[in-house]
């Protein structure tokens, strides 16, 4: 009896040993905070440091006039060692964005409509692809500073912005789409997230609409404080 006690003490034991051993855990809800967080803490160190340090040189304009505010172009990639910042930055937020593109489109693709309807499945397919392609236009302008290759950045930007509202869209419409199709009804959690899309999608073309304008009417007029309205 004594032997087999110690037999299954040391079965134990020895199933324990084999078990890897965790030494730090991170949730998803973690994960996706620090990747949301990078670019932001990009754009104030390098806005602020330029603010600081660079003050003249990233707030100069073509025209002379007078700016307070670097644009995000000048302050991200313009000086050092904020571009390092930046791309480091953006480096690690890319990352798992692609992996997200793939769940996003697994997500859309998990309701009972994408067995019945072709085009929802087309859309969230083209959803995923311009995510990419988002993910992609971002790292270009991040590595391409305006002042290295304006061609590429501006084409780079230009392409970051199309496919960042047009994937938003699609996002929205899928959702929509999606959650309620034969007379389902979206739970609390999808009404909020439907929400929160919608907002933000407004709330993004709205800002791309004024920027344009802004940057239009400083490069027509030259105004002092033009340009650092289109940075704000």
Known sequence: MADATILSRNDRYQQQQQQPQVYIRLTAPVIASVVAFLP???IVFSVT???LYDFERSTRTHCGVPNYL???SAAIGG???QRYVWRACIGLHCAPRFLVAFTYYNFHMSVRLAEKNKLYGHLAAIA???HIIENLALLGLTYVASNENHYAHEKFFITFLVSSLCYMLLTIILVKWGRTYDGRTMSARERKSYST????FVFNISCCFIAAYVYWRHNKYCEPGGKHLFAF
């Open 40 to 42: 932001v803490f990009g």
């Open 70 to 72: 670097p644009s995000i």
């Open 197 to 200: 899309k919608f907002t933000l």
């Open 79 to 81: 000086f050092t060692p």
């Open 49 to 51: 440091w330029s603010l």
């Open 128 to 130: 995923c692809v311009l």
